[in-house]
C-alpha cells in the first residue's frame, strides 16, 4: 500500500474547506485513503515524515505577514509549527508543495519578504514560464503560458535565499519558485476550479472584495481555462508517491 501524503490546512470557514478538501486530492490524482489532512488551526501533530509521501500547504484565510500581536493566538502556534516542519522537511528532502499562504509562510520562514504589494483580486490570471521552469518536472507537459486562478492579500517581493522562481506573473511577478530538490511552492491555487473559484467569490463578498464587483469576477475567471495548472498536482505526486 502506497504511502498517504499530507493535506496541511487553517480553515474554518465551511464551503471553503469543503471544496478545498475535496478538490485537491480529486485534482492530484488521489483517493480519499491516500490523504490524511491535518487541520492545523485545530491540532499540531507529532508527524514522522517516514509515513507519507510529501505534503501539501494549502491556502488560508490569514495572512502570515502579519504583525504577531494582530494574529490570533491558534496562528501564531499554527506558524511556529510550520516553521518546525519547514525545517524537518527540508532537511530530509522530504517532498513539499506549498499553495498560496504555503508560499508565503515557506518565504518568511527561509529569510525572504512577503508584503502586500503585490496583492491579486480573485481573478484567472496568466503565468508564464522562466527558463527553469520550462526544465522542472513539476512543469512536464504545461505549455510555456497558461492559466489559474488567484486571490491574495499578500505575496513574496523577495525572494528567499536558495529560491529559484519557475512562474511569472504579471501583476505578481513571484508565481511559483522551487526550493531544492523536493520543495516547491504556488502563489496561484492549482487546485480550483470554475466551481471553486466561485465557491469563494460567493463565500468571500464583502470580506475579500467589495460586494458590487461579484459579477464581474465572475464573468472574468469563466474566461480562461486553468486545466493546465492541475498537472503541478499531479506530477507532484507522481513523482513522489511511494
Known sequence: ??????????????????????????????????????????????????EYSGAFVCGSPWDANADDHLKEDRQVRAEAWLRSFYD???GESFPLLGLCYGLGTLTLHLGGVVDTHHGEDISGIAL????????????????????????????????????????????????????????????????????GVNVRIDQYAGRYYPVEKAEAIRAQVATVDTDPSRLILRNFVSRFQR
Do not use: C, N
Open 1 to 50: 500500500m502506497t504511502k498517504p501524503f499530507l493535506m496541511l490546512t487553517s480553515r474554518d470557514d465551511g464551503p471553503v474547506l469543503a471544496s478545498e478538501s475535496a478538490d485537491l486530492p480529486r485534482f492530484s490524482g488521489l483517493t480519499p485513503d491516500q490523504v490524511r489532512q491535518v487541520r492545523i488551526e485545530r491540532e499540531l501533530p507529532d508527524l514522522d515524515l517516514s
Open 128 to 195: 508564464t514560464k522562466t527558463d527553469a521552469g520550462r526544465d522542472d518536472p513539476l512543469l512536464e507537459g504545461t505549455p510555456d503560458l497558461f492559466h489559474s486562478y488567484v486571490g491574495h492579500h499578500e505575496a513574496v517581493r523577495e525572494l528567499a535565499p536558495g529560491m529559484q522562481v519557475l512562474l511569472a506573473g504579471d501583476d505578481t511577478p513571484i508565481q511559483m519558485v522551487r526550493v531544492g530538490e523536493a520543495a516547491w511552492a504556488t502563489q496561484f491555487h492549482p487546485e480550483m476550479d470554475l466551481e
Open 88 to 90: 524537518r522537511a527540508l
